[in-house]
């Protein structure tokens, strides 16, 4: 027989219960260079962000965050973009954008085609990015440079394992993944077929550093 109390109990173990599975099913996010976040979104533009509401998309999404934008540049995609979503809770990997900023934002397309952002999508201000990384979207060396693959080198000495690499070594030496490589360089194809890190178009003179050769 159910009395007050064991009602009362019961609620207070279903709260306990979700909120431990919310930290459970918490975001994480990998710390990738801006190009590998580049490369594998589906559009990236920027825009300024005009409006924001609470939506509900269709029957199979909960409740997510609609931000109206207008767009100034694309980067990567093949359409104008009018609106983001992003999950209402940070749990989810929802994001916190700020109306008539302007934004470099990049995301995936969704469930009826809608463009999600999160927290893992490469998203900043527009003016809090570096004078390179504008350089390296404006003349698409971000973009070009998708067929080579960025590795992660987390202590050293770290080396590439075939030409076709570049080695990310800001969590190495820098401890931070906003870098100078970060920062200031895109990896991209030479003529060769070898891909190195270029800053301005050319290849980084003290490219055997970021090898962590001993």
């Known amino acids: 027989m159910n009395t007050p109390k064991t009602g009362l109990l019961f609620s207070v173990l279903l709260v306990l219960t979700l909120k431990l599975q919310e930290l459970v099913d918490g975001c994480t996010c990998l710390p990738v260079h801006p190009q590998v976040t580049f490369c594998n979104s589906d559009i990236v533009i920027r825009a300024l962000v005009t409006h924001k509401r609470l939506v509900s998309t269709n029957n199979v999404e909960p409740d997510m965050i609609q931000y109206e934008v207008k767009q100034e540049k694309m980067y990567k995609g093949f359409e104008m973009v009018k609106y983001v979503y992003t999950a209402s809770s940070s749990a989810a990997c ?15 397309f969704g469930i009826e085609g809608i463009i999600h952002i999160g927290i893992c999508n490469w998203i900043v201000p527009w003016d809090d990015l570096t004078s390179l990384q504008k350089w390296h979207l404006k003349w698409n060396k971000y973009e070009t440079g998708c067929s080579c693959q960025i590795i992660s080198c987390h202590s050293l000495p770290c080396s590439a394992l075939s030409k076709s690499q570049c080695v990310w070594t800001d969590l190495a030496i820098e401890k931070t993944p906003a870098g100078s490589q970060a920062n200031n360089y895109a990896c991209t194809k030479q003529d060769n077929g070898s891909c190195h890190w270029c800053r301005e178009g050319s290849a980084s003179v003290n490219e055997n550093i970021y090898y962590g050769e001993p």
């Open 94 to 108: 929802g994001i916190e954008l700020e109306t008539n900023i302007k934004y470099l934002i990049t995301g995936h």
